[in-house]
């Protein structure tokens, strides 16, 4: 066909009922780009290092989720070269037909043995792992129970379940019991995020699971900022309580601290299988490339042999912590190597943002609806492998451009 006739028979169509009128009426990051101001799709030359190239310019990293700096650690390209070099580039399939090669078996097997849990199930995403496994454990006559701020997979996971979902008041556990006891005879599932990925605070385990406990409600925890951060060995925020027993599922993903892409269920054998045949985001979904499989395989080596990264990790993130609040920032409830600097309107948080760029410094913003409105952040993350000289040219850049803005005095 012509493509003009396409053309014109697209432009025939009445503007109101056009499905696409809502993009002619989308102008604000356009606006923003226009002013200089646009912080997201900002394209790096380079690895997820302290040091990234953005348009040949080096700048300190501060937006990442690399957590132990494993992304570009030579045994993790090492395992994923050779896992090209021996199964290819794809698996050309899903999980449930051809897609399962012997390296996901092996590599569920060992996340089930590092979360400590009898079985595991590797997703392709992260965020396929909340849509699939929520989705399959829960129904229409089922109840979900969340924590306001939860990951967006966790909302969209819900969702799909067509089961009812409650929110509670964030960390309230006055607020989750009061919805626990008012659901005493339904079937029901808590999933909080054991570490909350805009504010840095870690979920109160202890009370959600004895709440869980007495109500007769089964626990999901989406650890993906929690692995390799927090607990003694790296296992996240149910081995940081001593709750590993008493979580029924621990999701992570691979794509924070372990260096690649993907996510995984891990619990009880049982459960696990029951996921495995009515995940619809696993069956009906490719399979995980080799080489993100075989870097995951060296991450979870690395952490066990190298624990001085965790200590890096935290002796960062309060000396960190400790800069920030001296210089009169507001970072909020933080507990982790996420810390927000708090600013409040979305202008001045873009432009904070593009100003510590102009400093050589690469930092998130986070506006509505990630945040409550009038809660704009610049949200900063750091890593084992940042240096103390970067952590200085960090505060030095974030004292001029919050001086200058005027959120600090």
């Given at each position: ?6 053309q014109?028979?697209s ?13 002619d ?11 200089g101001?646009?912080p ?8 997820q ?10 700048m ?8 132990l700096?494993?992304t ?6 090492k395992?994923?070269i ?17 897609g ?6 092996k590599?569920e ?10 079985a595991?199930?590797?997703?392709s ?15 229409k006559?089922?109840?979900?129970i ?8 966790i909302?969209?996971g819900c ?7 409650i ?16 659901n ?12 909350f990925s ?5 979920v109160?385990?202890p009370?959600?699971?004895s709440?869980?406990s007495?109500y007769?409600a ?15 060995t790296?296992?996240?925020?149910a081995e940081h ?20 892409i993907g ?19 696993l ?9 993100s499989v075989?870097?995951?395989?060296a991450?979870?080596?690395i952490?066990?042999?190298?624990p ?18 001296a ?10 190597p996420?810390?927000?600097?708090l ?10 943002a593009?100003?510590l ?7 998130n ?5 990630a ?10 993350s ?8 970067h952590?200085d040219?960090?505060l ?6 919050g001086?200058s803005l005027?959120?600090?005095?």
């Open positions: 066909m012509d493509s003009r006739l396409v014109n028979s432009m025939d169509i009445d503007k109101a009922s056009d499905l696409f009128e809502k993009c009426r989308f102008t604000k990051a356009k606006e923003l780009a226009h002013a101001l646009y997201y799709f900002r394209i790096i030359e380079s690895a290092d302290p040091e990234v190239v953005i348009g040949g310019k080096k300190i990293m501060v937006g990442s989720n690399n957590y700096g494993l570009n650690h030579p045994l993790v390209k395992r994923a050779g896992a090209i070099d021996k199964y290819g580039a794809g698996c050309a399939g899903s999980r449930f037909l051809n399962t090669l012997d390296l996901h078996v590599l097997e060992k996340l089930a043995s590092f979360i400590r849990k009898e595991a199930l590797v997703f995403t992260g965020f396929q792992v909340n849509l699939g496994v929520i989705s399959a454990i829960t129904g006559d089922d109840v979900i969340i924590d306001k701020m939860d990951h967006a997979s909302i969209d969702r799909l379940s067509y089961a009812d979902v929110k509670f008041r964030h960390n309230d556990m006055t607020d989750l019991e009061r919805i626990l006891k008012e005493r005879q339904r079937k029901k599932l808590i999933v909080v995020d054991g570490v805009m504010e840095g605070d870690i109160n385990l009370d959600v699971v709440l869980a007495r007769n089964r626990v999901m925890v989406d650890d993906a900022h929690g692995i390799g951060v927090l607990g003694r790296g296992r996240g925020t309580f001593g709750l590993e027993k008493e979580v029924d599922l621990i999701m992570g993903t691979y794509s924070k601290s372990l260096a690649s996510g995984f269920i891990a619990g009880q054998e049982r459960v696990i299988h029951y996921i495995k045949h009515f995940a619809r985001a069956i009906f979904s490719a399979s995980p490339p080799p080489a075989a870097a995951v395989d991450a979870l080596d952490i066990d042999n190298e001085e990264r965790i200590k890096k990790l935290w002796s960062n993130t309060w000396k960190i912590h400790k800069g920030f609040k210089l009169g920032f507001e970072i909020g409830p933080t507990q982790t996420i810390i927000p600097i600013v409040g309107d979305d202008l001045k948080a873009f432009t904070m593009m100003m760029q102009e400093e050589g410094v690469f930092a913003v986070a506006v509505s609806p945040v409550a409105t009038g809660k704009a952040l610049i949200r900063t750091y890593m084992a492998t940042h240096t103390d000289e952590m040219k960090v030095t850049a974030f004292e001029k451009v001086r005027g959120i600090i005095g």
